[in-house]
């Protein structure tokens, strides 16, 4: 099985930050990697698939990149409503998907 | 509009079963796998397994194996995703999402909370 390991676990950010995670992949995954969003009693929000490709409706101070094992999604100029935990996912698996254990965004 | 539905909250004790629905609406059912997400609480997401709509076919985590059973109904567009002999650590919220031909989940449902307690 493929393993995704995110960090920094958490981190505490101010308005206006500029805030990276970093996500890698135990194996080569080419760019089969995708990043969510998700607050607190909600479901997961897609905001960046194939490593690089903004969903559709995501602001563009979200970006993401990298190829093989080591991916980064980051957030241009932090805003009030960025706060939340974010998941990568890879997909280069034929019969699985895995997350990575997620970063908590704070408010410092 | 795509949207995924999912059955209501349960409530289960250990060693028993629980089946979770998830009903497709806005796009073409078999056109598109759907995929079973589960998150603890206060911990982060975890892959079930997913099916395919159109042939039926399934593939599940490893863990899961010999305890899920995924299937579909293409007269009423859903989805069901059984888990056999629950146990306290299978509380959790369970959702399902669909999977887009490049392999990223863009709609899920709302979550459906099952809690195993004796």
């Known amino acids: 099985d493929i393993q995704m390991t995110q960090s920094p676990s958490s981190l505490s950010a101010s308005v206006g930050d500029r805030v990276t995670i970093t996500c890698r992949a135990s194996?080569?995954?080419?760019?089969?990697l995708n990043w969510y969003q998700q607050k607190p009693g909600k479901a997961p929000n897609l905001l960046i698939y194939?490593?690089?490709s903004l969903q559709s409706g995501v602001p563009s101070r979200f970006s993401g990149s990298g190829s093989g094992t080591d991916f980064t999604l980051t957030i241009s100029s932090l805003q009030p409503e960025d706060f939340a935990t974010y998941y990568c996912?890879?997909?280069?698996?034929?019969?699985?998907?895995?997350f990575g254990q997620g970063t908590k965004v704070e408010i410092k | 509009q795509v949207q995924l539905v999912q059955s209501g909250a349960e409530v289960k004790k250990p060693g028993a079963s629980v089946k979770v629905s998830c009903k497709a609406a806005?796009?073409?059912?078999?056109?598109?796998?759907i995929h079973w997400v589960r998150q603890a609480p206060g911990q982060g997401l975890e892959w079930i397994g997913r099916?395919?709509?159109?042939?039926?076919?399934?593939a599940y985590a490893q863990k899961f194996q010999g305890r899920v059973i995924m299937t579909r109904d293409t007269s009423t567009s859903t989805v069901y995703m059984e888990l056999s002999s629950l146990r306290s650590e299978d509380t959790a919220v369970y959702y399902c999402?669909?999977?887009?031909?490049?392999?990223?989940?863009?709609?899920w449902g709302q979550g459906t909370l099952v809690t195993v307690y004796s």
């Open positions: 999402a669909r999977e887009r031909p490049g392999r990223y989940l863009d709609y």
């Open positions: 194939a490593a690089s």
């Open positions: 099916i395919n709509p159109s042939g039926g076919s399934t």
């Open positions: 996912q890879e997909s280069y698996s034929t019969l699985g998907r895995t």
């Open positions: 806005g796009y073409t059912f078999t056109g598109n796998y």
């Open positions: 194996q080569s995954i080419s760019s089969y």
